[in-house]
């Protein structure tokens, strides 16, 4: 062979060793049970790219003036309130006012129910009217929506124990609510007196995915589109600012992110604080196991997850009672939160814990200590665990 | 009135003419430009029309400098000198472990033109264009004219003399194929607007100090309503209409002083301020005057003993966001970048005499909100951070050829784990 041919080899092989060194040198990918982000397995290529799109609009546009912003607002773009899909901040934490029961909000012309406490330059941002109750609700990890919005009213009514006929201190029962004007009911929807179960926000007051997408552009970011057409600022009906596709691809965006993976689930510290989670009977509201109906989306019908929630009104007592209330949920009533996603808070939420409805909670521990109501007993038993078995739990709780 | 004449008065009655009248002219005088550079290319046949003009390596050389300190060409007695600069890229990124793939890039052609109108009066311009011809900027043509060593008058569309990369900025001239964050997203170089201005040097033995003033139009209220989601200084640039009025009627205000050592190096302090927000209109009191305001330092300097070149700037900037807007909008921004670059061989290689390699590192740092959240007293982040060592080869001064390995992380407003992103480029950029 000649020097020729064997000095062309030795620069084919060096190429390569720099090529596999360069590819080491680049940032690996985390592993993806860390994320939030990301669609559901088994997508067509369609849904593939409206999803893509719906990410886009979603996470990276950005709301100007120009572009419909405000006046007044709490956040310039989706993104800014759900960092990576996951839970919100106290910079972004939303302040509903004006509701102290189950009749009414009295100050829907007083900007009710949602404060823009952020204004354009030029305006005054909106003030607490006087006399009026408020609540502050952190934004939620949008994880694994499309599930939950799938899950049938019938299996969640199953959940239901309204008067607590079986007698163990847990009741639950839906927050039933009048349908928007818009949107389409599911398949198999319950009605009860010309309101149907609400399953989306803190007091399950929004009915589906499209609700909470079109009230969010309107209330959070002052856009108006064909389903919320006015205007907050000035009550008018006003040309939509987001088209309608975009919309929906939004809305197609948050139905079709993954659920949350949980993470070290053989761990044996994990499974015997799995095992704590049923016996203290947390599990009797935060119910590990759903299953989805029909859903036009294939990827989600028919699917057994793990959200750790029933998507149903519990009284958490007098201490989580803010004296602010939607739809025909009781000021002490909050729908029980799903856990999936939580040892992941952290990563959207600045390196810290802010649980609860309004981020009060700094910890795990303090979130489960401030538990009361029907959660009163499990969250008792829990304090009077083992220091070593409470960890069990919480290490549990991590790697949901 | 002839046809020609009626079809420029009607267009300047359209709204917007202005604008069409600037990207006209541009277009005019870029044509004229790459026709007069064919002619100097075709003089080249003929070596008794062409001269090149070098730069005087000799003389002590600053940052304000770099406007005449390129090489130029000169055809025959053609009135102007000219001459330009092009770079070409390529790069392969990764961002969390996903890759786009390889992209190639033409960020910018670059085009001068310098002319000695009388003694002591001189014009010098710099066109841009960007992007592979998306974006066509004229950043700097000036009138020069000398009074006094001490005192020149400069008029025209000018950089502002904030920081030195603004000033100092043409892409043969480093070996670092992105340029610094913090001085083009911070102090949004190539930051030009019209104005007028004064300057001077002042030379004694090994030492040479220098000063700019300058009155131009400024920023406007796109810094903070922008689609970046953060105080953005660079969205002012989309404002095509600086350079044909005020956004506000307030002068910006931009001075610098400088002094170098033959020894020691250059080290400049610069300022530049005014108000970005439109205060009044029609007469109407609308807001109060809303400020922003950056200060500089720049250093840079060449090692005598190693032949090590040092090349730094930091740049803190204040902004007076409106408290009921959103935080996401910093009140204050800092950030600079270091760069160290270490000649390796210097000898003449594959037939060009003044070769060189080098060795080439950067630190660079941004902070687009500096400041603590209302809600929680904890630290807005909004940072980048990034790690750029590379390698170059200098066929001559003019020429860079370079390859960088380039390592950012960001954090973003909250604090969250820092998105990383790295990638390899390499590149070419050189004078013509």
């Known amino acids: ?400 | 009135m002839n046809g020609f004449t009626h079809f420029i008065k009607t267009c300047d009655r359209l709204p917007g003419a202005g604008i069409h009248e600037t990207f006209r002219m541009k277009r005019f005088f870029l044509l004229s430009m790459l026709l007069a550079i064919a002619g100097v290319a075709a003089a080249q046949r003929d070596t008794a029309l062409f001269k090149r003009i070098v730069p005087d390596s000799g003389r002590l050389h600053m940052n304000m400098d770099a406007v005449y300190n390129r090489p130029f060409i000169q055809a025959g007695k053609l009135p102007a000198t000219l001459g330009g600069y092009v770079e070409a890229n390529s790069a392969y990124f990764s961002e969390n472990g996903v890759s786009e793939g390889l992209s190639f890039q033409l960020p910018r052609l670059t085009l001068f033109v310098a002319s000695t109108i009388r003694r002591r009066i001189k014009f010098l311009s710099e066109i841009e264009l960007e992007e592979g011809g998306r974006e066509i900027n004229i950043e700097f043509a000036s009138v020069d004219v000398e009074l006094d060593p001490l005192l020149n008058l400069r008029g025209g569309i000018i950089m502002n003399p904030i920081g030195a990369f603004n000033q100092n900025h043409d892409g043969p001239k480093w070996e670092f194929i992105s340029r610094p964050m913090a001085a083009t997203t911070i102090i949004p170089a190539t930051w030009s607007t019209v104005g007028f201005g004064v300057f001077g040097k002042y030379a004694q033995d090994n030492w040479v100090w220098a000063y700019e003033a300058y009155l131009s139009n400024g920023f406007d209220d796109k810094i903070i309503n922008n689609n970046q989601n953060r105080t953005w200084m660079p969205a002012a640039k989309a404002n095509a209409e600086r350079f044909e009025e005020s956004f506000n009627g307030a002068p910006l205000v931009t001075a610098k002083g400088a002094v170098r050592h033959r020894r020691f190096g250059e080290i400049g302090v610069s300022w530049m301020g005014g108000a970005y927000n439109k205060y009044r209109e029609d007469g109407i009191d609308l807001d109060q005057k809303r400020r922003v305001d950056f200060l500089a330092l720049d250093y840079n300097n060449r090692l005598a003993k190693w032949n090590t070149a040092i090349t730094g700037e930091w740049v803190w900037a204040f902004i007076d966001v409106p408290p009921t807007y959103t935080q996401q909008y910093g009140r204050r921004q800092q950030g600079g970048f270091i760069d160290l670059v270490q000649p390796v061989i210097q000898q003449a290689m594959l037939g060009w005499n003044q070769a060189s390699v080098n060795i080439a590192l950067r630190g660079e740092y941004a902070d687009y909100n500096v400041g603590r959240f209302t809600e929680t007293g904890g630290n807005i982040y909004d940072q980048v951070t990034a790690i750029v060592p590379g390698i170059s080869f200098r066929p001559s001064g003019q020429t860079v050829l370079r390859a960088n390995y380039r390592y950012e992380w960001h954090r973003d407003l909250l604090g969250n784990p820092a998105k990383k992103i790295a990638g390899f480029q390499f590149g070419i950029s050189t004078y013509f």
């Open chain 1, 1 to 400: 062979m000649s020097k020729k041919y064997i000095r062309a080899a030795g620069a084919i092989l060096l190429l390569m060793v720099a090529m596999i060194a360069c590819q080491k040198m680049l940032p690996r990918a985390p592993a993806e049970d860390r994320l939030l982000d990301g669609p559901v397995a088994e997508l067509s290529t369609e849904q593939h790219l409206q999803f893509l799109r719906g990410d886009v609009a979603f996470n990276d546009e950005v709301f100007v003036a120009e572009t419909g912003l405000g006046p007044l607002f709490v956040a310039t773009s989706c993104g800014s309130c759900h960092a990576g899909d996951g839970k919100g901040h106290p910079f972004t934490t939303l302040t509903r006012f004006g509701q102290p029961d189950t009749l009414s909000n009295r100050f829907l012309q007083r900007g009710g129910p949602q404060l823009q406490h952020r204004a354009l330059p030029g305006f005054l941002p909106e003030q607490l009217p006087a006399g009026a109750t408020f609540s502050r609700f952190m934004p939620p990890a949008n994880t694994g929506l499309g599930f939950l919005d799938a899950v049938p009213d019938a299996e969640l009514l199953k959940y239901a124990d309204p008067d607590d006929a079986d007698g163990d201190g847990i009741s639950g029962r839906p927050n039933w609510i009048p349908l928007p004007g818009y949107g389409s009911l599911r398949p198999d929807a319950i009605q009860r007196n010309g309101r149907y179960i609400g399953r989306f926000g803190k007091k399950a007051a929004v009915y589906d995915l499209l609700q909470q997408t079109a009230n969010a552009y309107n209330q959070d970011m002052g856009i108006t589109s064909a389903y919320e057409p006015h205007d907050t600022y000035s009550g008018h009906a006003i040309d939509p600012e987001i088209s309608t596709s975009k919309l929906l691809d939004v809305v197609f965006y948050l139905k079709t992110l993954k659920a949350p993976l949980p993470r070290n689930a053989e761990n044996p510290e994990v499974k015997a604080g799995r095992q704590l989670f049923l016996e203290l009977r947390c599990s009797s509201c935060h119910v590990p196991e759903l299953k989805t109906g029909y859903s036009p989306v294939a990827a989600l019908s028919y699917k057994v997850f793990y959200p750790y929630t029933d998507l149903l009104l519990h009284d958490m007592g007098p201490g989580l009672n803010d004296g602010y209330t939607e739809g025909t949920a009781l000021p002490e009533e909050w729908r029980t939160p799903p856990l999936w996603g939580l040892g992941l808070s952290m990563n959207a939420q600045g390196g810290k814990y802010f649980l609860m409805h309004d981020g009060r909670a700094g910890s795990i521990r303090e979130a489960i200590r401030m538990h009361g109501g029907e959660a009163q007993q499990s969250s008792s038993r829990f304090q009077q665990l083992p220091e070593q078995e409470q960890q069990q739990l919480i290490r549990f709780l991590e790697s949901l």
